[in-house]
């Protein structure tokens, strides 16, 4: 698992009453999940989707193809998960990758986060090498898909 | 979706300071997760699994089979799941079932039962027709999976 | 009851990924807390307490005056709620006013929303007629409080 | 602080899918309440009000004679946390002891525990000597309380 920041991991400051990053909660919700696989967690960084450069993008899929697993799954900010999984893409790896996110941070109590990484973990286990998005309960082809930025789901393109 | 009740839907009786079901929780869980997913709930039964009969089983296993749907998930209490998964097998059906449940009930705080429920609906999107157990993130063909008592685990028999 | 806002009812927007309010958590609060007191809750505006104008907290003070109760708390922003106190007060009611607010919206997990309300409720039946802020479990006379915004507390000035 | 048990410490055991105790949550929830308060949290017992004995009783009532603070909040099951309170009044301390609990475990999602502790901790620092229970926002004497089985809720018995 690469973790890159996103809704996933923001966290609520109180102090300055504005949301913000502090570590990944990716291993309180493996164990929220009693999650039995045996992975490994790597905090590849910490960012608003909406920030997150074309520097950044390469970093995550050269970390997708430097790992040693076959099958990865990434946790990233849902405003621009799109364009990561088609820079991902292009390294045309034999591997299998799912892109999620979550609405709603987990530090909050009504996430999607558990749900999305129930999916996610169990889309990565099964399909074939190539690059999707896993939100709504559904997985998507990384060539069709978008995020409606009005009703903030996912749907296929065609 | 067959709702047959389990941890997944016990509440707190507040009253008698004991557990007990009231409605299910399913649809609850599906908005939370932000399931777009075009499914329908049915709501079997609502019991422990440990109180579940030959008859019920029977009931679910029927249940699978005439509804019009190929791919099903059915919730049910952790104790007895893999039981209900051999009956179901039995009827040797073309479809994709997948049980899930939870360990710790939805309505407290830290439940694994949106894991679950992400993972389940993942696996019976994908798997071949079959009868699977999805539980701690991993999926067990129904022959091949127990739930270790000591750990609360599911694990492979083999 | 009056509420007026601030961060106790704020809550976290999916689309845009910002903070934002809606209506008033109060009355859910108050049913969480099982509270059996005979209150009237009354939704006087719903504004960041940074943004409020003197006419917003002459509104307050006005509402506390006419209110035929002669117990009145008031939810309340943390940045400026002395302020607000400050100008209740100036009214010199025969009327023990309770002003109370939240570092953490209670839509968020950890909210101290509950406890501040409990403690709100609770100075607010047995103080004399004056205007209070109570926080972090204690509770200040208006003219003696500040908080302070590196430790995010409430403390008493001298 | 006294801390007896009560639902107010209950936790799911997911392996065998009972209630039980383990250690008391006060520590957390007065961190959730962003309590300040000097307070010492002393853990007494650790039981089901039901199974509280006469020798228990004596034991909380000798713990608020023998500590040196003068202001005590205990923390105990409601099913019998009246008749505790009797025993405690016997003793005619010079302090001011507020009992409290909860009807729903802190552990579970919509707890009323920290809105009551925010109560007893507020009526504990105004009431002069005597022995009360806090419940559902309202403070009773302990001689015109009980708790009414089929609400769930304390009412004064005049």
Known sequence: MLVTGG??????????G????RNTHLPELLRQ????????????????????SDADRERIAAACADCPESRVVVTHGTDTMVETARVIA???LAKTVVLTGAMVPFA?????GLFNLGSALSF???????????MN??????????KNRSTGRFEPIA
């Open 33 to 52: 999940g009693r999650c039995a696989l045996d992975l490994a967690v790597d905090e590849l960084m910490m960012v608003d989707s909406l920030q997150m």
């Open 108 to 112: 909050f109590g009504s996430s999607d």
């Open 124 to 134: 990565v286990q099964v399909l074939p090498p190539g690059v999707y998005v896993a």
């Open 7 to 16: 809704t996933f991991d923001k966290e609520y400051d109180e102090i300055r």
């Open 90 to 92: 292009a390294h045309r």
């Open 137 to 146: 309960g559904r997985c998507f082809a990384w060539d069709d898909v978008r």
């Open 18 to 21: 504005e949301l913000f990053f």
